[in-house]
């Protein structure tokens, strides 16, 4: 198997919204997209799959040491022999990569968020940077679709957290912060044992609306010079904000089950944004 049939065959197991929107891309734009989200897929799953903290750490240790002698000329995972070709023509850079390490790593270290600002430093590092090498390989003109990259994949990492509120508990993990469980009257217990109350929906409906603000105003910052080039994103915008719809009109019955779409309905949703240009 080459690296450019292992990172492909990554996107599509993941059964990801992202994989959808790579699918309309040029050829290298997509190899590109596609062997950057293995990377990322990879780094997340020592989390979720490693069961020992001490061997997660080591196995981010190592994809440290490998990212920076991918960067040197020596990559020897497939992810990065298949990245590393199209990283000087995206701008793809060392630091980009090591940011979704490190917050790879807050997840071994922190499994609470004491206020939204402590939780928007981890989003920024595993979701901000993403979206701002997604924006890069995609095609801008413009920095400020930086910043309109940065605030989408902050309302994406927000409408993750929302989906995988359960999951995430049953993982040990609470990403909603300590300070905005404490203004609802939600108590941790509730979520690990997943008691539903009035409280934990109006909580919920708090995060939401946060979610759908920050979609308003990534889509407001990004230029119109760059709006084609970045349809992909605007793809994967349809397709959560869709789901974050789902979850409300489900009462975010989040705790026992995991709300999803289906691929047909993401596809149709890409294709919409691709043929027509509107959500």
Same mark, same amino acid.
């Given at each position: 198997?080459?690296?450019?049939?292992?990172?492909?065959?990554?996107?599509?197991?993941?059964?990801?919204?992202?994989?959808?929107?790579?699918?309309?891309?040029?050829?290298?734009?997509?190899?590109?997209?596609?062997?950057?989200?293995?990377?990322?897929?990879?780094?997340?799953?020592?989390?979720?799959?490693?069961?020992?903290?001490?061997?997660?750490?080591?196995?981010?240790?190592?994809?440290?040491?490998?990212?920076? *002698? =991918?960067?040197?000329?020596?990559?020897?995972?497939?992810?990065?022999? +298949? /990245?590393? $070709?199209? !990283?000087?023509?995206?701008?793809?850079?060392?630091?980009?990569?090591?940011?979704?390490?490190?917050?790879?790593?807050?997840?071994?270290?922190?499994?609470?968020?004491?206020?939204?600002?402590?939780?928007?430093?981890?989003?920024?590092?595993?979701?901000?940077?993403?979206?701002?090498?997604?924006?890069?390989?995609?095609?801008?003109?413009?920095?400020?679709?930086?910043?309109?990259?940065?605030?989408?994949?902050?309302?994406?990492?927000?409408?993750?957290?929302?989906?995988?509120?359960?999951?995430?508990?049953?993982?040990?993990?609470?990403?909603?912060?300590?300070?905005?469980?404490?203004?609802?009257?939600?108590?941790?217990?509730?979520?690990?044992?997943?008691?539903?109350?009035?409280?934990?929906?109006?909580?919920?409906?708090? *995060? =939401?609306?946060?979610?759908?603000?920050?979609?308003?105003?990534?889509? +407001? /910052?990004? $230029?119109? !010079?760059?709006?084609?080039?970045?349809?992909?994103?605007?793809?994967?915008?349809?397709?959560?904000?869709?789901?974050?719809?789902?979850?409300?009109?489900?009462?975010?019955?989040?705790?026992?089950?995991?709300?999803?779409?289906?691929?047909?309905?993401?596809?149709?949703?890409?294709?919409?944004?691709?043929?027509?240009?509107?959500?």
């Amino acid at each position: 198997m080459t690296p450019e049939q292992y990172v492909q065959q990554k996107a599509a197991a993941s059964g990801s919204s992202f994989y959808y929107a790579f699918m309309f891309l040029p050829a290298a734009r997509r190899a590109a997209i596609t062997a950057f989200y293995g990377f990322c897929r990879e780094v997340d799953d020592v989390v979720d799959e490693v069961h020992d903290a001490g061997v997660a750490a080591t196995k981010l240790a190592w994809w440290r040491k490998e990212v920076s *002698q =991918a960067f040197a000329g020596q990559p020897s995972h497939p992810t990065l022999q +298949a /990245l590393m $070709p199209h !990283a000087q023509a995206f701008g793809i850079e060392a630091r980009h990569l090591l940011a979704v390490v490190e917050g790879c790593e807050m997840d071994l270290e922190q499994t609470r968020y004491l206020d939204y600002p402590g939780l928007q430093r981890y989003c920024h590092l595993v979701a901000g940077v993403v979206g701002e090498v997604a924006a890069r390989i995609f095609g801008q003109t413009s920095e400020q679709t930086t910043a309109y990259a940065h605030k989408l994949g902050l309302a994406f990492q927000l409408t993750n957290i929302i989906r995988d509120v359960g999951e995430d508990a049953l993982r040990g993990r609470i990403y909603l912060p300590i300070s905005e469980l404490q203004q609802f009257d939600v108590k941790a217990h509730e979520i690990t044992k997943r008691e539903y109350s009035e409280r934990f929906t109006a909580l919920m409906r708090f *995060q =939401a609306a946060r979610a759908h603000q920050l979609y308003d105003e990534a889509f +407001a /910052l990004l $230029p119109d !010079a760059d709006r084609r080039a970045q349809k992909p994103g605007l793809m994967m915008a349809s397709i959560y904000r869709t789901l974050l719809r789902e979850i409300e009109a489900a009462d975010f019955q989040v705790l026992h089950q995991r709300i999803a779409l289906t691929p047909l309905r993401k596809l149709w949703l890409a294709w919409k944004m691709q043929a027509l240009g509107r959500m």
